[in-house]
C-alpha cells in the first residue's frame, strides 16, 4: 500500500468526525479489503494530524500559563515593593497618608 498525499481536514473537530465514519465503516464489515486498507490508512493520517493540533494547543496553554504566571509575579513584586522608610508599597501608603492626616489635624486650630 504506497502512501499517498493526504488532505488534512479543516479543523480538529472535522477530523474527529471523519475518524467515527472511518472506524463504524471498518468495523461494520460493509466494505472491502481494499477499502478498509484505504480507510485505515486516512486514519492514521488523521490521528497524526489531531496529534499535532492537541500537541500545538498544549504549548499554546503551556505559554499563556507560563505569561499568565509572570505577569502575577511581575504585579506582586510591584506592589510589594519596598519604600524609602522600609515600608511595602500598600503600608508606605497607608503610612504616609496617616501621617498627613495627622499634620493637617495638627495644623489645625483646636476648639478648646
Known amino acids: 500500500m504506497a502512501k499517498r498525499n ?3 481536514p479543516k479543523s480538529f473537530e472535522e477530523a474527529l468526525r471523519e475518524l467515527e465514519d472511518i472506524l463504524t465503516s471498518i468495523e461494520s464489515g460493509e466494505v472491502g479489503l481494499e477499502e478498509r486498507l484505504t480507510r485505515y ?3 492514521n493520517f488523521l490521528i497524526q494530524h489531531c496529534r499535532g493540533v492537541l500537541g500545538q494547543a498544549e504549548k499554546q496553554i503551556e505559554l499563556l500559563t507560563r505569561d499568565s504566571i509572570t505577569s502575577r509575579d511581575n504585579v506582586t ?3 510589594g515593593a519596598t519604600s524609602r522608610d522600609g515600608a511595602t508599597s500598600r503600608e508606605g501608603l497607608t503610612a504616609r497618608d496617616s501621617a498627613s492626616r495627622q499634620r493637617v489635624s495638627q495644623d ?4 478648646e
Do not use: V, Y
Not at 489645625?108 to 476648639?111: G, H, K, Q, V
Open 108 to 111: 489645625e486650630p483646636s476648639d
Open 77 to 79: 513584586s510591584r506592589e
Open 41 to 43: 490508512e486516512r486514519g
Open 6 to 8: 493526504q488532505t488534512p
